[in-house]
T-cell receptor, first 116, second 113 residues
């Protein structure tokens, strides 16, 4: 069974630009969650998509957005990049059907974004 | 305020010893608590999950305890090996959430031969 695939692995962008990151979940999984990881703040939840709908959102500015397609693949977009957006962006794949979450999350390798 | 605290300083132990990592939380009522391992530049990998009404869970050399009165989980690795060196993250899932995990910042474990 293929794992969670994130592309690209590395990105270097300039302040003010925008960026789109992609995540393909495990086959059959309908939930994709996005996290930002920085040395100072650790892993912070951005948002979760389930069946093409945003089901939950973390405390990030509106410059961070996402979407999910009918095949469960998800993209996140960051507009007007700031230096502080430099981070490892991780997506996690789950079935998404249970509340509370009682199964493991499968993470991708992440996209390392550097804003210069 | 809500907090999840893990030892910010690295834990250094000798091969063969038992490593014990701590996760304390404040103002959360998690339904489940999970532990993940993360290697540098990689995504976290799931290790163990424990329910709020379970006291202890084991898997091979790993053991996790969960005390909802103390609001604390302990994660043990017995007979530790250099290959166990990594950052270990605890994560909470709440009754209100579906697939959202709230993570601690992690503790780095260094096992020396």
């Amino acid at each position: 069974k293929a794992g969670v695939t994130q592309t690209p692995r590395y990105l270097i962008k300039t302040r003010g630009q925008q960026v789109t990151l992609s995540c393909s979940p495990i086959s059959g999984h309908r939930s994709v969650s996005w996290y930002q990881q920085t040395p100072g703040q650790g892993l912070q939840f951005l948002f979760e998509y389930f069946s093409e709908t945003q089901r939950n959102k973390g405390n990030f500015p509106g410059r961070f957005s996402g979407r999910q397609f009918s095949n469960s693949r998800s993209e996140m977009n960051v507009s007007t990049l700031e230096l502080g957006d430099s981070a490892l962006y991780l997506c996690a794949s789950t079935t998404g059907v249970s509340r509370p979450m009682n199964t493991e999350a499968f993470f991708g390798q992440g996209t390392r974004l550097t804003v210069v | 305020s809500q907090k999840i605290e893990q030892n910010s300083e690295a834990l250094n132990i000798q091969e063969g010893k038992t490593a014990t990592l701590t996760c304390n939380y404040t103002n959360y009522s998690p339904a489940y608590l999970q532990w993940y391992r993360q290697d540098p530049g990689r995504g976290p990998v799931f290790l163990l999950l424990i329910r709020e009404n379970e006291k202890e869970k084991r898997k091979e050399r790993l053991k996790v305890t969960f005390d909802t009165t103390l609001k604390q989980s302990l994660f043990h690795i017995t007979a530790s090996q250099p290959a166990d060196s990594a950052t270990y993250l605890c994560a909470l899932s709440m009754n209100s959430g579906y697939s959202t995990l709230t993570f601690g910042k992690g503790t780095m474990l260094l096992v020396s031969p």
